[in-house]
């Protein structure tokens, strides 16, 4: 009888903490907030591990050379330090710079010019991009996954059918990337209350919401600004080429909406491990952090940002600050 009943206590206990895992209740890493999967597709275990074998696999690139994660590394953020473009099949250079995918969940709108707004929609554009993964058709890479001993099963374990199909790879490209959360940064822990921030950084943080402006864009302190982005498209300026010489070739937000006003209008990203990324902006134009502050603080008139007049003590000051976003659990994924 009391046997029972611990078994029966253990059981629900058991359930309790599968439930937890299944639906993601899991208190989120400091300064995140709880991940929304969508309902369409709902977070499980069977599904994520999928995706996670998905994203590291060469076999869905045309030529089985590259798999998502040879441009979003993880012990890279999830980006590709160093590149300013990364390359794809057969040595293509992609137009854009990589960006990090820790905390993609939080994204409202994707890649720089905002033209997908979620990541099972999003999926199949990196497979089918000519300068990517170069695939000619969806129909190719399902075959190869049909025919493949390393999958058998595990369709059917996450979706109930064991013929990979166009939407489950992307809701399990989706789903696993909704876990790829970094937070609990020096900034976090701070702003929670515990002193972890430099002096510098702390002078950094009162240009930022101050004199500097950047909270203007990078909104800081709230819910919603969880990236420290107001998820919203602006012009800085870049590439700076427009202002000297020859005419730009990414039009960046225009391309989406064909809106003039939109015309060289970029996605404000994510300054969550900003300082793990390096090259920045969408062109991977601006190789430092340092550089990025600088190009702020001289702006040229181009953009919506005006010449800021910082000394270089509040540069460096403005650049710790930045530093200060780096999160934890940046580096434990070791795979490729
Ligand atoms: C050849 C390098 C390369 C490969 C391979 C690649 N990506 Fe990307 N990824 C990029 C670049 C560059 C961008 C930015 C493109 C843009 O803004 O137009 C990007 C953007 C993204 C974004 C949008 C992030 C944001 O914050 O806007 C997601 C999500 C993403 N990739 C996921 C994937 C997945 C999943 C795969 C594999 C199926 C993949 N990528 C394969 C280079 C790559
Ligand atoms: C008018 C809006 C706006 C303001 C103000 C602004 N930013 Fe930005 N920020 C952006 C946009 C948009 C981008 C992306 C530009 C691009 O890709 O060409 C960006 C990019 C960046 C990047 C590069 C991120 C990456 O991963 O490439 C950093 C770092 C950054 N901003 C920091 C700052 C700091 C520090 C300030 C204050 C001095 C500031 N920003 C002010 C909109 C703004």
Same mark, same amino acid.
């Given at each position: 009888m009391v046997l029972h009943s611990v078994r029966s206590l253990l059981a629900s206990l058991l359930g309790l903490l599968a439930l937890i895992a299944a639906t993601g209740e899991e208190t989120p890493p400091l300064g995140l907030v709880s991940v929304e999967h969508p309902a369409s597709n709902p977070l499980t275990e069977a599904k994520r591990l999928l995706g996670e074998k998905l994203f590291f696999d060469?076999?869905? %690139?045309r030529d089985g050379s590259i798999s998502c994660a040879t441009c979003h590394k993880p012990e890279e953020a999830f980006a590709e330090q160093g590149a300013v473009r990364s390359k794809g099949v057969d040595g293509k250079l992609g137009r854009r710079n990589t960006p990090s995918l820790f905390n993609v969940a939080f994204a409202k709108n994707l890649f720089f010019d905002g033209r997908s707004t979620s990541l099972e929609e999003q999926a199949w554009e990196p497979i089918l991009a000519e300068d990517e993964m170069g695939n000619v058709s969806e129909e190719k890479v399902l075959e190869r996954l049909r025919v493949s001993e390393a999958y058998r099963g595990l369709f059917k374990r996450a979706f109930g059918n064991d013929e990979p199909s166009k939407e489950t790879v992307a809701k399990s490209l989706a789903c696993f990337q909704r876990t790829l959360l970094s937070g609990s940064s020096a900034y976090d822990r701070w702003n929670a209350g515990k002193p972890a921030l430099s002096e510098a950084a702390h002078e950094g943080y009162q240009l930022f919401i101050g004199r500097a402006q950047c909270w203007q864009c990078h909104p800081l302190n709230s819910e919603a600004s969880v990236l420290m982005t107001d998820h919203s498209f602006h012009m800085t300026g870049v590439p700076i080429s427009e202002v000297t010489d020859e005419p730009a070739t990414d039009l960046g937000r225009f391309e989406v909406t064909e809106e003039p006003i939109d015309r060289l209008l970029f996605k404000t990203p994510s300054l969550r491990n900003v300082a793990l990324t390096p090259p920045y902006m969408h062109d991977g134009s601006i190789a430092t952090l340092k550089e990025v502050v600088e190009f702020y603080n001289v702006a040229e008139g181009a953009g919506e940002v005006l010449p800021l007049g910082l000394s270089e003590v509040e540069v460096d000051a403005l650049v710790a600050f930045l530093e %200060?976003?780096?999160?934890?659990?940046? %580096?434990d994924f070791s795979k490729d």
């Open positions: 060469k076999m869905l %690139s %200060s976003f780096t999160g934890e659990r940046v %580096s």
